[in-house]
């Protein structure tokens, strides 16, 4: 099967690559001098890029000859260049064709749409001592027939406009001070992501103390979530602080890393079968893993405790990971199976929430544009990889989803309530068949293509008459420098 979702996949991706230009057309017009930028890019060399640009570092550069392309990444702005400048940015081109992405139940039918992401970033270093991290970004939709989602645009606003000053340095151990508005990211992105997937990322605003050392590094930190308007410049903090927390994570010698975690969360109006009320949550949890060659493992538990209006929450989620990475075989391939189990609520308006909340999950941890969330879910989940050439990547996944209590609904990847559950008596979601692949070009230019099939279960098919199978196809091309 898997290799019959190879070829397929791989006639998809060359039919959406030969059409992608005739859904551009109207917007790449005027971004031809980028396009040549990110050519000539490719074929300098260039540090991997990071999911958080703000943690990219080109101090390195400062005693080299430099190229164009080293040119702006190092910009010293002082004779013994202890003042320098970096400057970096990113083009991102979607185009998507779901079909039933509502399983039925609102009609949506068949939807194709074009969704661009444009981010421009400059870093200035004052010293070792403090540095200023500013970076715009505007997220567009074109032809989605029901209109942009709340992921998919945001014209144009800050996504990042933070300072850091070093406290303490003394060795290799340092403490630093961030504030204003950052994204965040922390672990795989269970509970705090800054969703890549989606087209529109998210950020806070608030503070945060960052203390490093070789084998320790920890946050704590306390948040706003700022109110997103989709105009120019209308995103403005909420003013009340509704993330707090904190993140360690730990190198354990010869065995992996150990991550701890508290993070604390406030909502006026949280959603969930239960009713809708005021929300005082706390999680406590561990994150224990290994990725390289070998055996691969990601062991992750939490548990939720706090009050939901006049109720109190109990709740809890616990994961395990585990895979083998072949690297001395033939296309060094990846074999993993993953089991999450997401506690639901047993029983509405009995003083006790078990409704676990997932806070601000990572979009695709369950494969890419999934349909189910991760919140009263049982899901078995086995994937692989291939390296089909050095710079070509293939990945399959079958994702078979239960409820975990039939007095609880089902929810979206977000985390937000979707359909109410405690009127049927089924418990299976539906299966999800995915297949994607990913070539790189270069460091600069990446090709990823993918397709996902949901296979509806008998309590979707329960809930919805006019129960309809789940298809989502994209390609996505990314230029960065």
Known sequence: MAWAYTMHIICLSINNIIHLP??????????YIIAVFFLVCATVNAQSFKLMRYDENYTYLKDSVLNLYEGIKFIPLQADKS??????????????????????????????????????????????????????????????????????EDHLNMQNLFIDILAWQKDNKSITIRGGRQEIDYGSGRLISVREGPNARLYFTGGKVMYNSANVSADAFVMMADTTYTGVFDNKPSGNINLWGSYAKIIVPHSGNLDLY?????????????????????????????????????FEAAYQFGSFGNSNISAWTGSA?????????????????????????KKAGDGSLQTFNPIY????????????????????????T???????????????NWRYSLNDGVYRPSGGFNLAGSSSAKKYIGTAYLASLIYSY????????????????????????????????????????
Do not use: C
């Open 22 to 31: 005739l859904y551009l057309k109207f917007s790449m017009k005027k971004n």
């Open 83 to 152: 003042i320098y400048a970096s400057v970096g940015g990113e083009a991102r081109y979607e185009y998507v064709d779901f079909s039933n992405e509502d399983w039925g139940r609102l009609n949506i039918g068949h939807n194709n749409f074009l969704l661009q992401r444009y981010d421009l970033h400059t870093d200035i270093h004052f010293g070792n001592k403090i540095r200023v991290f500013a970076q715009l970004r505007s997220a567009l939709q074109d032809g989605r027939s029901t209109g942009p989602r709340p992921i998919d």
């Open 262 to 298: 508290y993070i604390g969360i406030k909502r006026s109006n949280a959603s969930f079968e239960e009713g809708i009320a005021k929300e005082l949550r706390h999680t406590a949890g561990f994150r224990f893993w290994k990725y390289g060659g070998g055996f691969i493992y990601n």
């Open 321 to 345: 990971d585990l895979g083998y990475y072949f690297e001395n075989v033939k296309f060094k391939p990846t074999i993993n199976l993953r089991n999450d189990y997401i506690s639901g609520d």
């Open 361 to 384: 999950p990572k979009g695709g941890y369950f494969g890419f544009s999934p349909q189910v969330g991760p919140v009263n879910l049982i899901d078995i989940h086995p994937y692989g």
């Open 386 to 400: 291939l390296d089909l050439l050095e710079n070509l990547k293939f990945q399959a996944d079958v994702v078979f």
């Open 442 to 481: 270069s460091k600069f230019i990446s090709i990823n293509t993918g397709i996902q099939y949901f296979k509806t279960g008998e309590f979707v098919n329960d809930i919805i008459s006019n129960h309809k199978d789940g298809v989502f196809i994209n390609t996505r091309i990314v230029f960065k420098f």
